[in-house]
């Protein structure tokens, strides 16, 4: 791992590594990487449109299902390619367009969940279930007892359940199959340990400085700062080292 504030220029590549400039795409995380709070400031908006100027794709991959990201999000539009519950769902800002790229939600399952579970906050989206971290142990009874195919991640304050296999890495693997990118061409970053699958077989590894003690463990790169702070960095870096 490396700490960049211990850089004095230039961005830090691990050693086997191309430059800046053999990047082609960046897959950013929502909520605590390019998101405070929920929104995405000014200053970090014009970071990202910078990016694009200078001819890098932009893949966004949360955890957030469609309706709620559009609540809070207004520039979508940035990015050529959404990836959202956690992999699950495909959605094109150019077009307007969804695809559920995973198997819907069990009925059978949520059914059990909201039993076992009564009166508390589950979030239901195509095809990923959530709810507060403090309920896991009950979820993974639920699966066990159901034999249930389900995954369970934590997220921050909540776990998400999604069919097996399915997480972020699967959900920027399609993404970059219809841009026609290679997961070597992409720089990832992240803040929770959903993130560590996003990361997998990247070019480049970047965790935020806020980011969870796993995802700064599995990183090549740790940030300075906070959430936007740390993501307008690493643009400001790639932006140079590719002039």
Request: a negative charge; glycine letters at 12%; one cysteine or more.
């Amino acid at each position: 791992m490396l700490l960049i504030s211990n850089i004095p220029s230039g961005l830090p590549l691990k050693p086997d590594t191309r430059s800046a400039a053999g990047y082609r795409a960046l897959a950013f995380d929502y909520d605590g990487t390019i998101a405070e709070h929920g929104r995405i400031s000014a200053a970090t908006e014009s970071a990202l449109r910078s990016l694009r100027e200078a001819g890098f794709r932009l893949i966004l991959v949360s955890g957030r299902r469609l309706d709620n990201i559009r609540q809070v999000c207004g520039v979508l539009d940035l990015f050529d390619a959404v990836i959202l519950e956690n992999g699950a769902l495909s959605f094109c800002p150019k077009t307007g367009t969804e695809e559920l790229i995973a198997p819907a939600v069990d009925e059978r399952f949520l059914a059990d969940l909201k039993r076992e579970l009564p009166g508390e906050p589950l979030f239901v989206g195509r095809s990923m279930v959530a709810t507060p971290a403090e309920n896991a142990g009950c979820v993974e009874v639920v699966i066990a007892l159901g034999g249930y195919d389900l995954d369970v991640v934590g997220c921050g304050g909540r776990v998400l359940v999604l069919p097996a296999g399915v997480n972020k890495g699967s959900g920027l693997s399609h993404a970059l199959a219809g841009l026609g990118l290679r997961r070597d061409q992409v720089v990832a970053v992240g803040d929770e340990e959903n993130d560590i699958e996003l990361f997998k077989d990247c070019g480049l590894r970047v965790a935020v400085g806020n980011a969870a003690p796993k995802l700064k463990a599995a990183a090549d790169l740790v940030l300075p700062g906070n959430c936007g702070h740390s993501t307008r960095y690493l643009v400001d870096m790639l932006l140079t080292d590719i002039a």
